[in-house]
């Protein structure tokens, strides 16, 4: 079973004989023990609901009182945020956040690609109208963006998931909740059914290594009223994030722990065990049956993380509903490609399926330009990550209402210098991506492809 | 009515209710109170000529004295200029002119652009004759130059645009007046008249929201005698400034003002309030019109704000005499491209506008070489803005004086050294522009621009 | 006879006359003397062994209890290495294995050429199975790399090629000793064999001047038992390397010696003095038929150092069983090309050499993502030098196991996160090789290769 | 006749009723009063020999017991002594040598360039020999190198132009004297005979303003014994050199000198007064034929400062000797091209004089490999200017001495590793342009060419 914990086996075998409360507070949810532990093997007395307070306010560090903080409404964009958060977020925790794979190949291909990407504003059109607003997974949004899928937010701040879904809700656009979660599931539906936040919730899910599990995870999701459902696919194993392993290896040799032996050889598992391997490392295109048959039809199903035109149009025969270009905010693979890159890819190879999927991308997103530029190319809308969490982190629920305020406003001005009244308005004329198809490949695996349809 | 204030709702709100005589001062015409504000509503004494010159030596910080200033005289580039005024102009004057749009993705291309053109210089010409002179929206110019228009220039200096109108016309040179110029446009060209500096003068129209201001405002421009139009396209709302709107609000911050509620429901204007909509957000081809039948047969008409081929074709076939290429200093729109950039396009989408239409160019210009660039590519003159502004904040008129005569040098020398005699010798053979056409696009949109025709 | 020696004429006379044990002991097989230098010309009393560790701990300095140093255990890539051994290494030691040619383009070209690649993933297969085993110069290997030949190992830790040997045998990947071992060819192999590590061994040969030289060490290596002959052919001359010339003046200079003549006549070789020329400099084609005949059938031969398309096809056509491609760590030909470089140029212009040619590269590797960018082109394995010694001279022979492992996790990980199950499966569809191609020549030399075969 | 001044009229101005020895004497031959200025305007006694050492102890700042100070045998390249010339010359001398056009466009060109040209090196040749001897403008030369005409040498170093005259005799390779020496023509040639030093001077021809103080300048270096006239014709006026210009201006700012008016009238030449025309402005195509009469036979002409396609192919039918690529090391035009980017243009539009004319290049040259890049893609032979006087600034005359043995150890153990034995060996296909070719023109002026043949 300690192959089957989503933090790693490590991560089990690090507090193994101590009191772990402390780590374990703000990123699992009140109700795991109960769920997941069985009564038999709670060895001694654990009250996580009394102490919970008190640890998150020795985890986060004091983010009142700073000279140098900067006030919420001084606040420009969304770069100010990330740069309170650096200051106020725990080490842990903004490491965790901040931290991606490697060489950081991914991570600067995602910042750099937007800025390779300019305009072609319109001039003397009516725009007096500015109506931002479009369907995203089946749902009305204000916006063309949403809260992209992050595990752990209590790390960032108590108010965890529900702040986001709040906000989220209260502004107008939708928030897709992780597997894992700090507050449960049912905890954060609970929230959005007693608050009536509308019922904006997308489902990110991790398959895990046994289908079984897979399968009660989406019934469950099903059942608690999610209405999409996000299959994560570019998470065979996990990346190997530098600064978080680098964060982790100083805790424990400074605490003295004894190297966990990485080739113990442990059989508790169905599948065999597989370095880095938390979630499935067998997930294939035919397992998309059995998901699409538990999740039956309670909303789209969406495959997230494809990163090229090959498996976009696999993506298209197999009859998904869309697909979402993102190489994990750069955290999975080095030198993975940018979403916009990716996009590019499936205009210049497969354009059938343009209009036919919706088609979501995330990663770098930090300005409503770059939300349009994705919306020009062919995005049905694009996701933020980090830089919610982290206004959640330095600001509170106040703050993720104002990141998305601020999106706001970047949009609606940005649309009405380029000339458009309506996302539908935009098209790749509105863009010079001439820079980025210097990086283009000529030609893509079509053997492949074909061989398998 | 709060909605028409030139510089946006919040700028009145700010000062609600508290003496604004220190920031009203510098930025508004002597006689605005009088043209404006109903007598009815003058609530208490107000002695602005009384006060002004306090003020402006209060605002602007003292100029001599420190030993870290570089003399006029030392000066050998216009950047040299920017250095110093850098130094000596307020905060508020420096913030509000260096300020641009976002990320600064425009500010940089168009910074950019001008040094990825090289020169092919040609050589064992007879280069003793050296004629700068041009015509420039109607009227001869001894360089290929122009002051661009900007607002609020007292702000750099109390002599404000009637500095720029004595430099410009000593020096041979037109001057573009904003709409929101610091003196009254009756004061400037009384001025003119008074000093007989020369009618080079040229009118920079903001389209008011009101039709019947626009219309008033045009008719103003004709009888005070101002020779050409310059219709401003690309202001439909105002740009995102980050570095003004954080100066702004810091000073709103420190000074305990409570936030000013954006969503305010404010009915007393026709049009509906827009966000950032100072100006007509309405304007359209279907205006050139009526503002034609306004202005009447003052001038040419040139169309400001221009950034794509397919704009400057439409302008063609509006019958306007110019077309002006600019992002507005980057100010408006971010990733907007640069000028140099649009010329392009025009040379390889629509080269038979060129030589019909006049077309001027600004943004980033800082040397002849780049004047004699847009030259060589088709440009008929070429303006320059904050240049100006900095040399008027740092020198007073001197500094105008000098940082024309400045580039008169270096164009002159360019010109020799190019193996031309005259303007008109040159062409896209004396530039190499290969870096630059790597990030021009492939195609622009067709269809759109025939069925608006 | 001087001319003969491998450091160069002047490493002699720098020491003429002087005690030269501790310069001499790290850089030379202890049996160097007595093998090498007749007897009758032990003019003295040497006791190389006595004294070797006392030198050893003077010329590398103390590694321990500095409170600045990063335990092994902390190390998350191989960088972290080289920056602990930039600290603990003799400056002698880290100068010399550090520097490269000239101006450091070629250099510079390997560590850039290699983030000029990116990946293209492949998302929803089954990746349980992760092999990463390959053949490398006739041998099985766990991984596709192997420690690439480098001299004077024992320069950085005193356990020298032994703690190579062993380290590459205990994790399953080969080691290719160079001619210049600081333990002789012997010492290392009488270990191989004593200690049972496996016979991965591989023999780097530079080709002395005179011939009877040459066929005598080939002949030896055959005795000795390697198995395959890395034939050195881009060093007719050794290049500047100035960071390490810079060492030695500043080291000559401070002592107060005088300068050695450099045109002083000296005639004791039967070939003529070549500047730089310390091994054959007139080493070419013709050479292969006789180094193949002294070497036999005693495993594959292949030529280090290729760096053209033309020189592949040459040595397609001359019957060698693999091809290196090298610019000799930057540290031959100023401005030479990457590996990368090579690769694409082969591919380009001599496709039909892959899959029949082995083909080796090395030159800036420092991640599993480098090694399987490589691979993916078409390369057989990779091989990395100055990592290893950078974490051999830091940590010890633990340092390289662990240099290995991680490269081993970084390689898994991203195999898996590519999409494939074994390195057969990699194509150059899993890379995006455009940005590299943008340097890629349009035509190789035809004419030339034609002639010569 | 004050415009007649090579240093420009300013120059003269400035020193106007005031002791100017100590800035006469670096810069002008012993014999310029005798022979430039009447002897009735002799106003008062000037014994410029007797005080010239004294003077020059002081101008230039004492270069021994400087801790900081590199000796000679330290430096490894031509840029260590760069960097020391930096710390040991005077400002004044520094600052004129280092000084280049505007915003440095062209001087960052040239050394941008070199760097953009990578190498392809062919192994297993038999490179025992190395000859590296070519004819310069119809002289034979030890090496591909020479050292270009520079004004004002003494302003680095007391023996000046005599000290370039005896290092380069000495070494084998040519020198061209500038039109503006510091030893006056008949002193360079008296020392030149007298010391024996062989007869590789040529001479660089500024083209007075006068064509009869022109053809006697030709006649008498005619009569003196050069035997090449390198043509300067990039300079129809001087380059805007703002470091120069700057320290210029604060020198005459401190030493409290009214401003020269730069409007004044003046008459006393034929010519017209031309902005910072020193020398002749008109000089064209025409004017080759009477330069030819004046030089007769005495060695090839060859046109310095040819900067496009157009006028290589002009100079070509124009029937003179050779072309000097250059943009005067970038102190004339801003975004002048390189000589490489010119040498390429030239093997694209008109490969047709390549080996009919000699082709010399220079600017930013700093090492062996990039003279033979130069040489591979067709050059003659390749000019260095400032490495040259800063190396003779630094160290004196042997510091020359040492400058041309590093470049010739760099091009020997560069040619080797190239695979060649003598310059004819070397070809564009060792050399990869691709980089630099993404910045060359598409097409050239044929029309204007044509016109004018």
């Not at 009142?64 to 106020?88: F, I, R, T, Y």
């Not at 982790?248 to 065999?272: C, F, H, M, N, W």
């Amino acid at each position: 079973m300690i192959n089957d914990h989503p933090g790693g086996r490590d991560a089990v075998l690090r507090h193994a004989g101590k009191d772990a409360t402390e780590d374990f507070i703000p990123i699992h949810p009140s109700d795991t023990l109960h769920k997941h532990l069985p009564k038999e093997k709670h060895l001694g007395p654990v009250k996580p609901d009394n102490k919970r307070k008190e640890v998150m306010n020795h985890v986060l560090v004091a983010k009142s009182g700073d000279s140098k903080d900067m006030p919420l409404k001084l606040c420009q964009n969304l770069l100010d945020m990330e740069a309170q958060a650096s200051k106020v977020l725990s080490e842990r925790a903004f490491t965790y956040f901040h931290s991606a794979a490697d060489s950081l190949g991914a991570l600067r291909a995602n910042e750099r690609d937007w800025s390779r990407v300019s305009f072609r504003p319109r001039v003397l059109r009516n725009v007096v109208d500015a109506d931002m607003s479009c369907r995203i997974m089946g749902q009305s949004s204000r916006l063309p963006i949403f809260i992209a899928p992050m595990a752990m937010i209590r790390l960032a701040d108590d108010e965890g998931e529900l702040a986001f879904a709040r906000a989220a809700s209260s502004h107008g656009i939708p928030y897709a909740i992780s597997t894992y979660s700090s507050y449960s599931h049912d905890e954060v539906m609970q929230c959005v059914n007693d608050e009536g936040l509308g019922r904006m919730q997308m489902f990110q899910l991790y398959v895990p290594r046994r289908r079984e599990n897979a399968i009660q995870l989406i019934h469950k999701a099903r059942r608690l009223g999610f209405r999409s459902l996000l299959v994560t696919v570019d998470t065979p194993v996990v990346g190997k994030r530098e600064e978080d392993d680098r964060y982790k290896a100083r805790v424990e040799y400074q605490s003295g722990v004894a190297d966990t032996p990485r080739t113990a050889d442990i059989s508790d598992s169905d599948d065999k065990p597989v370095l880095r391997g938390v979630h499935s490392s067998t997930l294939n295109w035919e397992d998309i049956s059995w998901i699409r048959g538990a999740w039956g039809d309670s909303g789209p199903i969406i495959l997230k993380g494809i990163q090229s035109a090959e498996d976009a149009l696999l993506a298209y025969h197999a009859g998904v509903d869309g697909i979402y270009l993102s190489n994990h905010g750069g955290r999975q693979l080095d030198f993975a490609p940018s979403a916009l890159q990716t996009l590019l890819e499936i205009r210049k190879f497969c354009p059938i399926i343009i209009g036919k999927l919706q088609i979501y991308v995330d990663g770098g997103v930090r300005r409503g330009s770059d939300v349009l530029k994705a919306i020009c190319l062919g995005a049905t809308a694009v996701g933020l990550g980090r830089p919610f969490v982290y206004a959640l982190g330095a600001y509170g629920r106040k703050g993720v209402e104002r990141a998305i305020e601020l999106l706001s406003d970047e949009i609606e001005t940005t649309m009405r210098l380029l000339g458009a009244n309506k996302l539908s308005d935009l098209s790749p004329h509105y863009v010079n991506t001439k820079e980025l198809e210097h990086y283009l490949i000529e030609s893509v695996d079509r053997k492949e492809a074909k061989a398998r349809l």
